[in-house]
């Protein structure tokens, strides 16, 4: 079965229900551009390095979490630290 591909988010409906949407995304799929083009990149060039200090206990468990969601750690703890400031933010 060929998936529809959809590059424009204006091709996507407003659902009336879960089932509806079901059946829309059983034949479409967003384009892999416009998926990337939703992402959120931090601005590199302004990115400080820290030096934190973990319990070598804590900081396996991260890694082991990190290696799981095949994520690079340090990545993941920023992404826990960005969601955090997101709900201090509310």
């Not at 083009?37 to 396996?60: C, G, K």
Request: net charge positive; glycine share 0%; proline share 3%.
């Amino acid at each position: 079965m060929t998936m529809n591909k959809i590059t424009d988010w204006n091709q996507v409906p407003d659902f009336a229900d879960e089932r509806s949407e079901a059946a829309y995304w059983a034949v479409n799929q967003l384009d892999v551009r416009l998926m990337n083009s939703a992402l959120q990149r931090p601005d590199v060039r302004e990115s400080t390095t820290i030096t934190l200090r973990f319990d070598p206990r804590m900081l396996a468990r991260i890694k082991r979490i990190a290696r799981s969601r095949y994520l690079n750690y340090q990545s993941m703890i920023k992404q826990w630290l960005s969601e955090r400031l997101e709900q201090e933010n509310r």
